[in-house]
């Protein structure tokens, strides 16, 4: 093991934390309610909560299997991005006649996320840092200044910088260019935030419980009846957000894919240190390769440094012991010390992974099902900590039959293509996941098999 691991305990960071509340009672024996959320992740968390606001007269019922905020929503980077298409990129190539429509919504609603968070007064660290995108070849930034290009035609406002203008923001001998969004992306303390929505769940009346497992869901006369592991509900609506997790209606099977996304965390930077790399913007970082690393400052300066490998394990495995993993957090360590070879002696604290779901286009879906008593939202690949917000507007919206500007958007109206069934899923991700890293290796050439999942609208993010 490398050897700044060696003290670095297996636990997320942000759950490791005195300010974490205590777990709720689950729920035993029969109950009833007007909404039931599946899901204590923060499209739950969101849906709950923007229900009682939107209908405050129904009652609402949150069901979590494990503890509100443990899984993805607690583990993540904390990167909250005004994106709802997982970057420009992505939804220049898939919604180019909705971009400005879907970027305006974005913006409007990671203003509201802030605003939500002033008003509860939740201690989560949110701030309005800008992200900047590191190239670390050549090619990297050639495809930068492509970005820079398609941004300026829309307006969008940034700075490409060459070398010495990167590493003025924050010093790496690796950085070659970048470029920086002052807007658009808040930094935040993941757990903390979904700690705090479920608090204002509370308070605005919807009832939480932990520990609770949902088996199945039937059509039941006017309703949907829920099965969990010690009881059942006897829901109105029900809004399905259980991201990597089964997904309760058998049509989604194959939509998504879980995959591990590993985490480590740094000791405090000393300010002899932070001083060393600069970072005065404190940005959210993320680097420019197909496999790629996001990084951050958090409140107290330790840096988190996660991302490079996007693990799938065959037949959708989710398993406790898949977190550990670790020669993929010894890479990490590595691939840190390459980045910053003046940090040399820090120190990582802790080490973890969590898993996400994702889909062949990269970004969140939506539907309906049980004659439309049931919606959901799914596939956020890893960068849903605003757009969860947004994916429970629009289950809402489709649970009431309401058309709206984003139940219009086409993003919403349509599906990603499916994965495959097993063992062909195994074989196609474990393909692509090699012809990423090769392509990384060969100056960004894409081969075949990338070639033909780019004209497909397929791919696989890692």
């Known amino acids: ?30 109950a009833s309610a007007d909404l ?10 969101w849906t709950a909560l923007l229900a009682r606001e939107r209908f405050p007269s129904r009652s609402v019922m949150l069901v979590e299997a494990g503890r509100c905020g443990d899984q993805a929503s607690g583990r993540n980077g904390g990167f909250a991005s005004a994106s709802l298409t997982h970057g420009f990129w992505n939804g220049l190539s898939r919604w180019p006649d909705e971009l400005e429509t879907l970027d305006r919504l974005g913006a409007e609603n990671l203003s509201e996320i802030g605003s939500t968070i002033d008003k509860l007064g939740i201690d989560c660290d949110w701030r309005l840092t800008g992200e900047l995108s590191v190239a670390t070849r050549p090619h990297q930034a050639d495809e930068l200044a492509e970005l820079s290009g398609e941004m300026t035609a829309r307006g969008i406002e940034h700075s490409l910088l060459d070398a010495a203008g990167v590493r003025g923001l924050l010093d790496s001998p690796t950085y070659v260019g970048g470029l920086l969004e002052p807007h658009g992306t808040a930094l935040v303390e993941p757990a903390r935030l979904a700690w705090g929505l479920r608090q204002a769940c509370l308070d605005a009346g919807v ?23 010690r009881g059942s509900v006897r829901a109105g609506k029900v809004a399905l957000a259980t991201n990597a997790f089964r997904p309760l209606l058998r049509r989604l099977s194959l939509m998504t894919v879980p995959v591990y996304d590993y985490v480590l965390m740094t000791e405090p930077l000393s300010a002899e240190q932070l001083a060393s790399i600069g970072w005065q913007g404190r940005q959210g970082v993320g680097d420019s390769a197909n496999q790629f690393h996001y990084y951050r400052l958090t409140r107290d300066n330790r840096i988190l440094w996660g991302g490079y490998d996007a693990v799938y394990h065959y037949g959708s495995r989710i398993s406790p012991e898949l977190e550990a993993a670790g020669p993929t ?7 840190f010390f390459e980045t910053f070879p003046q940090l040399e002696g820090l120190r990582f604290t ?15 879906f939506f539907g309906t099902g049980l004659r439309g008593d049931v919606a959901y939202a799914l596939g956020y690949t890893g960068l849903g900590v605003a757009a969860t917000r947004f994916g429970a507007q629009v289950v809402l919206d489709l649970l009431e039959g309401e058309e709206t500007e984003r139940t219009r958007l086409e993003m919403v109206r349509s599906k990603p293509l499916p994965f495959p069934p097993e063992p062909l899923r195994w074989a196609g991700i474990q393909l692509t996941t090699r012809s990423l890293a090769k392509a990384d290796a060969n100056q960004g050439r894409r081969n075949l098999w990338l070639k033909s999942l780019d004209r497909a609208g397929l791919g696989f993010d890692s």
Do not use: K, N
């Open 207 to 229: 009832v939480v419980h932990e520990g609770t497992r949902v088996r199945s869901l039937v059509r039941e006369g006017a309703g949907v009846r829920l099965e969990t592991d």
């Open 1 to 30: 093991m490398h050897h700044a691991l060696d003290d670095a305990e297996p636990a997320p960071y942000w759950l490791d934390d005195p300010r974490r509340p205590d777990g709720l009672p689950p729920l035993v024996g029969q």
């Open 36 to 45: 039931v959320v599946v899901g204590g992740g923060y499209t739950g968390l």
């Open 329 to 335: 957090h010894e890479r990490l360590a590595g691939h």
């Open 350 to 364: 802790h080490r973890w992974a969590g898993v996400i779901d994702t889909c062949t286009r990269f970004s969140a």
